[in-house]
């Protein structure tokens, strides 16, 4: 628990100066005593110029860095961060990082802290309307007929999900958020020459636990009378474990329960990420994230946040996140998450 903590206050202690108006932000020295923890890799030659990424030229003029002050000293670094600057609900680092707090980011949040309750997580959400996320915006349908099976076996697990919802999401005995579920099965149809293929699709879905049925044209139409089956050769109807529940109701519900187990949500948006670059001595150059550089919907300030892991959870956004961290960037990781929203 001690080495843990001086770690933590070590890590602190590095001195940073913030060099221009652009951002761009230049390491000095660290002022530690104890070597062994400031340097992991003894053969590292050099800490190159750190770079600021920040993708919000709407709002850029307004807001600002907590940081901004120069910091010749570490008293000046404690004070800076312990008192006067910082928001109280936003915390100098986590454990976990969550961008996104809509359904992945929640249900994120919710398993990692049910298996890891000591675990730091906090989820960032720039908009705790929801107004433009996917979960809010979607049908909440929920189906097993695919045919990749990753997406059938994660549909199975949604199913049996949904209906333990009660052992999963309750909050001290109390029914969670009713998610209003209604049964009702998918029906999917194809001309002649998609019967084949139909018939490969199902066969997977079957093994990996999904209850579905092939329906031919007669049987499609002595089950559905109002349908025009012209042209139509094969259906594939959900007999168990499909239909469609409030997405928004079970939004509510993962939030809750993430919430009552600890986990912090923050209204505010990831703006960027403090990223280092480490020179090696075989020459090899490393990239790193360093802070997530979060602006607080309450004040427009930015406030640099340490964390062991990123998640991207910002669903259409995704894209976006990616790319403060590199991915999708020339010379880092050229190839791009191909999500943007539409
Ligand atoms: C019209 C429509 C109908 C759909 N119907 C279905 C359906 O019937 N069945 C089904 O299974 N799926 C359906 N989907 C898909 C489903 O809604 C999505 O796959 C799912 O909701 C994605 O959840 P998410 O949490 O990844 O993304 P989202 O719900 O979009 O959440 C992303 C969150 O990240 C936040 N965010 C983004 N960038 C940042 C940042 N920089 N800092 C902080 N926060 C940030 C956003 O504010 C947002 O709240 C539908 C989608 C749509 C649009």
Redesign the pocket.
Known sequence: MTLRLTRRFVHQLFIRRYASKDSSITTTTTTDSNKDLTTEKSSEISTVKRAFTLINPKTVHEIKRIDDTPIKNEMDLIRHRLTENRVKNIPIETDVLI???????SSIAYFLKQRSPDMKVTV????WN?T????V??????RQQFALEENIQMSVYGAEFLKHIRDHLSILDEDPVPVSFHHNGYLLCGSEQSVKLFEENHKTQTSLGAKSKLLTASMLKEKFPWLNTDGIAIGCYGIQNEG?LD?WALLNAFRQKALSLGVLYLN????GFDKSKRVWADGTIENQLDKALILSADNNRIYPMDSSFFIN?????AG??AKMAGIGVAGEYPVALPVEPR
């Open positions: 961008i996104g707090g809509a359904i992945m980011g960032l959400e720039r908009d929801y433009t996320s996917s979960t915006l979607s049908a909440g349908g929920l469609w997405p505010a948006e990831l703006v959870a910002a669903g259409p956004w976006e996140v």
